[in-house]
């Protein structure tokens, strides 16, 4: 097009200029060549909840809800049940980039060994991109980013990580470590898994524990175990301070398995030397940690309890506890808890809290049946490119993880 407008121009010298001709070539040209409209970058702050309900007498199965965290009508912001699961068991979620992974089990009658699937989805559409299927020895339990392209499993069932190439969507290689492999988390080139070390006999709700929980080490790198840490027993949850510190937590051991029961510990690991710097006992069983930017410990043990890491006392003990809403599902940039509240009996009354680092409530979200877990995020559109008609052309985006 742009030849032929030369062209004229080249022909028109020879006489006079063909300024009709050359005005209806340019004209032309530019239907032909879309302009660009850049818009505005647009950042919006996402909660995914993982519902966990299956009543199929109800029509109720496990599903995801997306919150929009901008949007000041709290009824407003809820796509509730927007992305359906299937009838399986979501267990864990986890943001990278553009992508929500979400570990979810085939289901069992007695939550006997079976396998699942890290089920891959795109936040900007919606939709499941790939199902990573985990083998049936495994019940896979948690999930962490390794690397852009790597992340690690834990298989309850199976005593091994699973190492998940994301490009690939497969399972690569094994890694043995403790018994009963359950929380995982990654910090300076390291990770580091929870082996709750319990026992239970097939087809039954018979369940034993033993002294033999740990925390398996292992090389990112190389994904070789490098070591095992002993632990008090039933060690099954376990985050970072985002620095020098791993937090583990033995969960305690209920009265119904053991007569009195035995309460939770905390373990406070120095990821340099892996060696457990810290111990504090607790006066009842204990729920996942939380770990916010001012290296605040949250933990849910008879109320939300407040450990401050960096000075080693409570701020929130069970005499004065933060919180009664429950345990921390996640904490954001500016150390606000998102907390979910499920509702087993289907009735609807399924909550996400946000509470600030003092504990107001700030807002209160009807999410899906059997919220049970949450992963926060944050999309963002960095351009558009639009047609003179105005069909949208071209758009893309991506999501930054709040870490």
């Known amino acids: 097009m742009l030849t032929r407008c030369i062209n004229t121009i080249r022909r028109s010298e020879r006489g006079r200029f063909d300024w009709f001709g050359i005005f209806a070539l340019l004209v032309s040209a530019l239907v032909l060549i879309p302009t660009v409209a850049v818009a505005q970058d647009q950042v919006s702050k996402l909660a995914i909840v993982a519902n966990g309900l299956t009543k199929p007498e109800a029509d109720i199965f496990p599903s995801l809800s997306i919150v929009n965290l901008d949007e000041p009508d709290a009824g407003r912001a809820v796509a509730d049940e927007e992305i359906p699961l299937g009838d399986i068991i979501p267990s864990d979620l986890v943001a990278q980039e553009n992508l929500l992974y979400v570990v979810t089990q085939i289901r069992d009658p007695f939550f006997d060994p079976r396998g699942g699937y890290v089920e891959v989805i795109d936040l900007l559409t919606h939709s499941t991109i790939e199902k990573i299927a985990i083998e049936s020895d495994t019940t896979p339990k948690q999930i962490a980013i390794v690397e852009s392209s790597k992340a690690y499993v834990t298989g309850l069932y199976s005593d091994k990580v699973d190492v998940v190439d994301l490009n690939r969507h497969q399972v690569i290689k094994r890694i043995s470590v403790g018994q009963m492999p359950d929380g995982i988390t990654v910090l300076n080139g390291k990770a580091y898994v929870a082996n709750s070390a319990y026992s239970k006999e097939k087809g039954t709700w018979n369940i034993s524990y033993d002294d033999n929980s740990s925390v398996t080490v292992i090389d990112t790198a190389t994904d070789t175990v490098l070591k095992t840490i002993p632990m008090p027993i039933n060690t099954s949850s376990i985050a970072n301070d985002g620095e020098s510190s791993v937090i583990a937590v033995s969960g305690g051991v209920g009265d119904w398995i053991v007569p009195g029961g035995i309460p939770g510990t905390i373990a406070i690991i120095d990821t340099v030397t892996d060696e457990i710097v810290d111990t504090v006992d607790l006066e009842d069983r204990a729920g996942n940690p939380a770990v916010d930017s001012m290296k605040r410990l949250f933990i849910s043990s008879g109320g939300l309890l407040v450990y401050d890491l960096v000075n080693g006392q409570w701020l929130h003990g069970v005499d004065n506890p933060f919180s009664d809403l ?14 979910t509240k499920a ?11 946000v509470v600030s680092p003092n504990a107001v409530l700030l ?6 049946h059997g919220a049970s877990g949450v992963a926060l995020a944050q999309v963002e559109t960095l351009l558009t490119a639009v047609s003179p008609q105005g069909k949208l052309a071209i758009s893309w985006g991506k999501l930054k993880t709040n870490n």
């Open 363 to 368: 807002n209160t979200y009807r999410v899906g």
């Open 343 to 353: 509702d087993w009996t289907g009735g609807g009354m399924d909550e996400l809290y």
């Open 326 to 339: 429950g345990g921390v599902g996640a904490i954001d940039q500016d150390d606000n808890l998102y907390i």
